[in-house]
Nanobody
Framework: QVQLVESGGGLVQAGGSLRLSCVAS??????MGWFRQAPGKEREFIAA????????YYGNSVKGRFTISRDNAKNTVALQMNSLKAEDTAVYYC????????????????WGQGTQVTVSS
């Protein structure tokens, strides 16, 4: 049974940093990604990383501020978030993809329960 468990969310002031982690159990995946969803908005692609970590992809709104990484030995994927803004406030989800388009949520096969990130201005 596949499980994705996120941690690391919380409350931070604008300009601050947070690091999210996601532990995957059950199997490994070719692509691991992060999405977020704010109240009243659609789920937004944030970042994705290939199986060996050689390729990373970012949404335009976080490029240059967020960094995705993975440790296959520990089956974890992390999202380092710097220079946080109030508009980064959302529930952040870890997701796993077997095949498909990395920036489209509907292609992902498994999802974590989400972790809340709140950035105060």
């Amino acid at each position: 049974q596949v499980q994705l468990v996120e941690s690391g969310g919380g409350l931070v002031q604008a300009g601050g940093s947070l690091r999210l982690s996601c532990v995957a159990s059950g199997r490994s995946f070719s692509i691991m990604g992060w999405f977020r969803q704010a109240p009243g908005k659609e789920r937004e692609f944030i970042a994705a990383i290939s199986e060996r970590g050689g390729s990373t992809y970012y949404g335009n709104s976080v490029k240059g501020r967020f960094t995705i990484s993975r440790d296959n030995a520990k089956n974890t994927v992390a999202l380092q978030m710097n220079s946080l803004k109030a508009e980064d406030t959302a529930v952040y989800y870890c997701a796993a993809l077997r095949s498909g388009t990395y920036y489209q949520a509907n292609f992902y096969d498994y999802w974590g329960q989400g972790t809340q990130v709140t950035v105060s201005s």
